[in-house]
């Protein structure tokens, strides 16, 4: 049977996928057309979808899928949580890095951008075991890449390519760059690949936009409540960090850093002064310091800012002691341990994605001089007024921690490989069912990481993927306060050696 679309019209090849949202591949397939597939092609879903629902022939054509459209496919697996919610599975792959070839690219001539520009993305739910052929579709999105992420995608291309220009193909990571990434490709034991400007062989890497990325995407799917959609104007501009206009002039992370130009050497009370906003008095306020700064004001939560949720990064506030002893540990989210289970693969996994991307440090050092909380009485007295009922005042002394420096930083190769052994423990006790505190890596063994609870263990349990049964301790992935310590200590060293 015909597929009834027309091939050179973007909206109508959407509209016709709708057709395989809450369907099956093999609905739409008889057997001679399975039987008759080529034995590479089986493990691909984009080219199953091409071949046995959009009735293109299968061919190795370097152009888009949908060439006469000037649109690709791209077929992207969903996951079920904890909770029953759709996850992203992995990041999208955008296709395979040429050495050879990408350097005498233009952004503007890569193929990356030729095919990738417009896209049709399938949203599918995978199950470990399943046959793609029986793989549930689940969403169709028409999505071109809107402008403002173009320009922070350019950034990313020019920053990867110009890496393998100078020689340094072996030592590209995912954490280079904002929303368009070099991910690792290719199986154990493939060969090393030549690259152009070094004898050192790299290893095999893709383009593609980052698990971030591809999560915002789908987060916009859901809040519209619709199957499939193709309309991406409506962006929430209460949520967007830096305009087009600023992308236009310079990088998103110098954008942010210069930023807290105005405000080294202040405390966080000195900081929401000059910002003329009212201060945070909580644990938190120096995070809270920092997210003013570099939102300037407009952004209640900057990590949760479109550019941070697209890019994955985070922004964390250190508090240094004289003597440059950091006090706390620095925790992340509590683990997944359905997904930790599922996962086959470390690039794959969602710690990979946290401890690969970006990271932006915002350090405050004490400066051994205590200040007067008295001093902001003016910006007290509705909070005293509260408090006074209760025989409480916020009246006190307290340490004066003075903003110091602001850096972004990337997990070295060396301590994702420690990263990749911590994760193979974990994913070893979540097997055998060992998921309590105290089963992991611990802050004593001093390895970089460790595994425990924020603050005193929940008496509420998580489920054991292995049972199926709430006996699984709720724990959180962890840095040791010595590796932030060392973290801060190597960006001081690296400033003054590019001094």
Same mark, same amino acid.
């Given at each position: ?30 057997? #001679? ?8 092609? !089986?493990?691909?879903?984009?080219? &199953?979808?091409? @071949? $046995? /629902?959009? %009735? ?48 005498? #690219? ?8 030729? !095919?990738?520009?417009?896209?049709? &993305?399938?949203? @599918? $739910? /995978?199950? %470990? ?58 199986? !154990? ?11 050192? %062989? ?71 002064? %000059? ?225």
């Amino acid at each position: 049977m015909a597929a009834n679309f027309d091939r050179t019209d973007r909206v109508s090849i959407f509209k016709y996928s709708a057709g395989l949202i809450d369907h099956c591949l093999r609905e739409f397939a008889n057997e #001679e057309e399975i039987l008759h597939l080529p034995a590479g092609d !089986k493990g691909k879903l984009g080219k &199953l979808v091409e @071949y $046995l /629902y959009f %009735k293109y022939p299968i061919n190795n054509n370097p152009e888009a899928d949908f060439a006469e459209a000037g649109m690709e496919l791209k077929c992207t697996g969903l996951r079920n949580g904890i909770r029953e919610e759709y996850l992203i599975k992995e990041r999208l792959v955008c296709g395979m890095i040429n050495y050879m070839e990408v350097v005498n #690219e233009s952004f503007e001539t890569s193929h990356f951008y030729q !095919k990738c520009l417009v896209m049709l &993305l399938l949203f @599918y $739910l /995978y199950k %470990k075991g399943t046959n793609l052929l029986d793989a549930k579709f689940l969403f169709s999105v028409l999505w071109k890449l809107p402008e403002k992420d173009l320009i922070i995608i350019r950034r990313d291309y020019e920053t990867i390519v110009n890496k393998i220009r100078a020689g340094q193909a072996h030592n590209l990571s995912e954490g280079d760059t904002v929303y368009l990434g070099a991910c690792r490709k290719g199986q !154990k034991g493939d060969a090393l690949r030549t690259q152009p400007f070094s004898e050192i %062989k790299a290893k095999g890497r893709a383009f593609s936009l980052k698990p971030a990325y591809m999560r915002t995407v789908l987060k916009y799917v859901l809040d519209s409540g619709q199957p499939a959609i193709c309309n991406f104007d409506d962006i929430d501009l209460n949520k967007q960090l830096v305009s087009v206009k600023e992308l236009k002039k310079s990088s998103f992370e110098n954008i942010l850093l210069s930023r807290f130009g105005r405000y080294y050497g202040l405390n966080s009370f000195q900081i929401f002064k %000059k910002m003329r906003q009212k201060p945070s008095f909580g644990k938190d306020k120096y995070f809270d310091s920092s997210n003013a700064i570099a939102g300037k004001g407009l952004v209640s939560n900057v990590n949760k800012s479109e550019e941070f949720e697209k890019s994955g990064i985070m922004l964390k506030a250190i508090r240094v002691e004289q003597n440059g002893r950091i006090e706390q540990a620095m925790s992340f989210e509590n683990i997944d341990w359905q997904e930790v289970f599922e996962c086959d693969e470390w690039e794959d996994s969602r710690l990979y994605e946290i401890f690969s991307n970006r990271f932006m440090f915002v350090v405050y050092r004490n400066t051994g001089h205590p200040i007067n909380v008295r001093v902001y009485r003016n910006w007290l007295k509705e909070k005293n007024a509260e408090r006074k009922a209760k025989g409480k005042y916020l009246y006190k002394l307290e340490d004066s921690y003075e903003l110091e420096r602001v850096f972004f930083w990337t997990m070295p190769q060396e301590d994702l490989e420690l990263a990749r052994e911590y994760w193979t423990d974990i994913k070893r006790q979540v097997q055998a069912d060992n998921i309590k505190v105290g089963q992991f890596w611990k802050i004593g063994d001093d390895k970089k990481f460790h595994v425990r609870p924020k603050g005193q263990l929940s008496k509420f349990k998580d489920v054991s993927p292995v049972t199926g049964e709430k006996t699984a301790d709720q724990l959180c992935y962890w840095f040791n306060a010595n590796y932030v310590k060392d973290i801060i200590k190597d960006s001081v060293e690296l400033e003054n050696g590019l001094s």
